[in-house]
Every structure is written in structure tokens, then in C-alpha cells.
């Protein structure tokens, strides 16, 4: 069975799926497959379900990852995102003279990202520089459009013959999961759900289409109801449901099931369910709220300045009513307009605000930590993964230290065995040709000490990492080895520091890198 479930935001679609996925891994193997920006909150879900043990929570890169470990190919030298950009400025500049539309723009440097960027968008949706030229010919070389087609089909084949000779594109990893699934039986008797997307590449249809064909029940949800299909603001969503039960049929299921949800379960106020459901109904007016609204105001600022002082003004108001300012939450579209005003506004009535941003999580040094240390120990000790894990802050040794510690290994070159044998060092600091004073015998022996607090919890998290079978042994292994390096304390205090000096939203992110581990 596949069946399409339609339902507008805050009808419980998601409830839905969580409540299905457990009844199916009673009996089945379950896969919940949604975009990278939920993973994880829905592994947190479904982890608390009763039959948690027969699902698995997955994205498509994480899909892919799996398919390559079960089947082959995880071991491949991707190009990076430095490399592609590096290679396009290469290309670009080498047959800038045979470009029509963008010739002139092969010196100029933000046009290389772009261009990458945009060989990524056509390879996941299938397009290929033989589909641009041709679409350029038919066009009209001559035209503006087809003179642009015929530049990209030329710099997108160049950049693939360089890239290929050297690199396997990331960009291509799905085809290759495409490849091993027509190959092997992967969802032969599972039950798959898939939950919040609004659209899919061509390369991830691919995917469904072999899902479809090869598992048991397969259910996908849409944030829109079917009669409002002509709607200008959810034509793209029925344009997903088309492209969907097009797979479906190639599939080989002639026609999907719909299962259509209705009513706005998320909201305890009648005015915001009420707004909810009616707010898309862009042709027709299909209910009217008659009453006066208690919960919700319309406000019609001059600017965005104005905007922030009503707000501010409101949260006064409702502070002094008894509101607490934590049970407040200020929402904007794009916050990049708001920064430096709201903030500056709040300031100014001393209203205590934290501004929740997107950041890259990878770049925290907690998170460096995580994958420094298991780099450290899954690759023998390098020095280069030891620099890394001692440079997050948290190894136990000085920012002092970390310095002499780094030098000390880059100058000597130390892996594997040098870290983790009992043999004391006994190089000289300095390096070759030095005899050793007074005070390099003390450099030695506070780099025995450094030593001795950096390594002996990689080797001990090493060993038992070796002996871990399953999850949630590797999981309980990685908080103990954080608990014994006093993570949680040493964050807490970074978060008291950032307090002291002010940074609320630094202080808070802190608190939440743990809070989330």
C-alpha cells in the first residue's frame, strides 16, 4: 500500500506517523526517512516509543551511508566543497574565451560559488550538461537563454572531467544508492514513512520510486488538503503529490491512497486554530470570525523600528499583567532584517531577550570534541586528530599548554605509538642539535604531564570503543568518557562566564549544546 497523507500544518500529520511507525515495528521493520533539519528531534521520538528497536530514523545522505556500508562503496575520496570551487575558478578561467554569456565574468570572484552551486542544483535534479546543450540548440544559440545554456552545458562538462578524473562528486551519491537499491531487496518487507518534506529532487524520486516498490506500506505526508490543489500558495505542493503518484505508478501501484487529516489539533486558542485552517484560502473567504479576536492583534507598523517598539511595548505590558518574560517568544520571518534593532529596542526597555539564530553545530568546540575524539581513535592516534581534539578546549590542559603540546608533536612528528606507548619522551623540545638545559628538562616533563592527562582517556575510550556492539553501548562509552572529562561543569562555567559578561545568547547556546548531547 502507498498512501499520500494530507493535512495542513498543525493537524497532527507527524502524531500520525509516530502512532503508525509504532503499531508497524510490532510486526515490521520500520524506516522514518525526513529532511536533515529534523533528524534530530525525530530520533529523540522515536527513541521513546515502545518498539523503538525496529526503527530506524533516517535522511538521504544518511540513507546513502547505510546502503554503502551494507552493500560497498563507503570508502571513497569525495571531492570537497574548497576543491569544487578551486576547480570551477580553473575551468572557468581555461575556456573563458569560448563563452559567450559568461566569459566576462570568469575573473570575478563570487561567481565561482555560484556556479558550483548551480552544477549541484542541475545534478540532483538529473540535468545534465548534454540536456543543456541540447535545450540551448533548440532555444537558439543566437537567444540570451540559449547563449547561457550552451556556456553552462560547456563549463558543467569541463568541470565534470576534471572532478572525475581525480574525485568522486558527492553530488552523485544518491544516483549510486539508486544504483544499489535496483540491485538488492533493501526494503523488502518494511514499512517506510516519510515526513516533512514539501518537494523532492529528481535524484531522491528515484529513490521513492525503488521504496515504493519495495516495501511493504509506504506513507508519505503533505502539509495541504487536496481540494485546495488550485490555491496559488500550495500549487508547488500539488505539484509534489503529481510527481508522487507518477512513482507510484512506476512503482507499479496504480493508484495512491489519501488519507486526509483535518482540524487544528496544535493550538489550545480557538482564534489561532480558526487562522490556521482559513489563513491559505487566498480566492475564496470560506468562514468569517465573528467575534471580537482576544488573541491576536494586527498591528500596522511605519518600519521595522516601529515594529520592535510595539513589540517591546506589548512584553511590557504583559509582564507587568503577571507574564513571566521566559513564556514570551518574539517570531520574524528574516531575522538578518530585525538584527541590531530588536536587540537594541529590548535593550532599551530592559527586557531580558535571547535571539536564537541557525548555526553550524559542527563548528562548536563540544562538537569538534565528539568527532575529534573518535577521529583520534578510530584513525591510530594521528597527530593531526590529537592537535584538533587538545585545540577544543576541553582535553584538561592550559590554552598555554595546548601551544606547547602542538609544537611539540608537529616538531617531532608524533603518532600512534608515541602517543599511546608507556616509554616516556625524550625528545628535546627545540628539536636536532640542542643539549638539554635546566629548563628544557622541565619543558619535558610538563609535556610527560600533558601527556598523561590528554592520552590516557583516548586510550581508554579507544579500548573500550573495540569491545562496543551495538548503539547504545557506544553511547553510554561517549557520555562516560565526557563525564570524566568534566564536560558538563566545564560548560556550565563557560555559560556562567558569558552571563557575567552579558551574552545571554551565548550563554544559553552553551547550556543547550549539552542540554541537546
Not at 515495528?25 to 536533515?36: E, W
Not at 570551487?85 to 574565451?97: E, G, S, Y
Not at 518494511?190 to 519495495?214: K, N, P, R, W, Y
Not at 491512497?257 to 475564496?284: C, H, M, N, P, W
Request: glycine share 6%.
Amino acid at each position: 500500500m502507498i498512501g499520500i497523507v494530507y493535512g495542513k500544518s498543525g493537524t497532527g500529520k507527524s502524531e500520525w506517523v509516530f502512532h503508525e511507525m509504532n503499531k508497524a515495528a510490532s510486526k515490521h521493520r520500520v524506516f522514518l526517512l525526513v529532511p536533515d533539519r529534523e533528524a534530530v528531534m525525530a530520533e529523540s521520538r522515536a527513541a521513546a516509543l515502545p518498539n523503538a528497536g525496529n526503527i530506524d530514523v533516517l535522511t538521504f545522505g544518511r540513507l546513502c551511508n547505510y546502503l554503502f556500508r551494507t552493500y560497498g562503496g563507503l570508502c571513497v575520496d569525495y571531492i570537497g566543497k574548497g576543491a569544487k570551487k578551486l576547480i570551477m575558478r580553473n575551468v572557468m578561467r581555461a575556456i573563458a574565451p569560448m563563452l559567450k554569456e559568461y566569459g566576462a565574468s570568469a575573473e570575478s570572484l563570487g561567481i565561482y560559488e555560484k556556479m558550483a552551486a548551480l552544477r549541484t542544483v542541475f545534478y540532483q535534479d538529473q540535468i545534465f550538461p548534454r540536456d543543456l546543450d541540447k535545450t540551448s540548440m533548440a532555444l537558439g544559440v543566437e537567444t540570451p537563454l540559449g547563449a547561457k545554456l550552451s556556456d553552462l552545458a560547456l563549463i558543467f562538462a569541463a568541470f565534470d572531467a576534471e572532478v572525475s578524473s581525480r574525485w568522486e562528486d558527492p553530488d552523485g551519491m544518491l544516483s549510486r544508492a539508486e544504483k544499489l537499491l535496483s540491485e538488492h531487496d533493501f526494503f523488502a518487507g518494511s514499512v517506510v514513512f516519510v515526513d516533512s518534506f514539501t518537494s523532492f529532487s529528481a535524484q531522491q524520486m528515484e529513490i521513492l520510486a525503488h521504496i515504493m516498490h519495495g516495501a511493504n506500506d509506504v506513507f508519505i505526508t503533505l502539509p495541504y488538503l487536496p481540494e485546495e490543489r488550485n490555491e496559488a500558495s500550495v500549487r508547488f505542493l500539488a505539484g509534489t503529490d503529481d510527481r508522487l503518484r507518477r512513482t507510484a505508478e512506476r512503482a507499479g501501484v496504480r493508484e495512491a491512497d489519501s488519507i486526509v487529516l483535518r482540524g487544528a489539533k496544535r493550538y489550545e486558542s480557538e482564534e489561532l486554530a480558526f487562522l490556521a485552517t482559513e489563513i491559505s484560502a487566498q480566492t475564496t473567504v470560506s468562514a468569517v470570525w465573528e467575534a471580537e479576536p482576544q488573541d491576536i492583534t494586527l498591528v500596522r507598523a511605519a518600519n521595522v523600528f516601529a515594529e520592535a517598539e510595539a513589540a517591546a511595548l506589548d512584553i511590557c505590558r504583559a509582564v507587568r499583567g503577571g507574564l513571566r518574560y521566559r513564556d514570551i517568544a518574539v517570531v520574524v520571518r528574516d531575522p538578518a532584517s530585525y538584527e541590531g534593532i530588536l536587540d537594541a529596542v529590548f535593550r532599551k526597555y530592559e527586557i531580558p531577550y535571547f535571539l536564537s539564530s541557525r548555526k553550524e553545530i559542527s563548528e562548536k568546540p563540544f562538537v569538534k570534541l565528539i568527532f575529534s575524539a573518535f577521529s583520534v581513535t578510530e584513525r591510530g592516534f594521528r597527530g593531526e586528530d590529537v592537535i584538533s581534539y587538545i585545540k577544543t578546549g576541553f582535553s584538561g590542559i592550559s590554552p598555554e599548554d595546548v601551544s606547547l603540546f602542538e609544537n611539540y608533536i608537529i616538531k617531532w612528528h608524533l603518532r600512534g605509538k608515541l602517543f599511546t606507548s608507556d616509554e616516556p619522551w625524550n625528545m628535546h623540545p627545540r628539536g636536532y642539535g640542542f643539549s638539554f638545559s635546566e629548563e628544557d628538562h622541565g619543558i619535558l616533563s610538563r609535556l610527560a604531564e600533558m601527556k598523561m592527562t590528554v592520552i590516557e582517556p583516548l586510550k581508554s575510550f579507544s579500548a573500550a570503543n573495540r569491545t562496543a556492539k551495538t548503539v547504545r553501548e557506544r553511547a553510554t562509552l561517549l557520555f562516560d568518557f565526557l563525564s570524566g572529562l568534566s564536560v558538563s561543569e566545564k560548560l556550565t562555567a563557560k555559560a556562567e562566564e558569558a552571563k557575567a559578561r552579558g551574552d545571554m545568547a551565548l550563554a544559553m547556546e552553551t547550556v543547550q549544546l549539552w542540554n541537546v548531547f
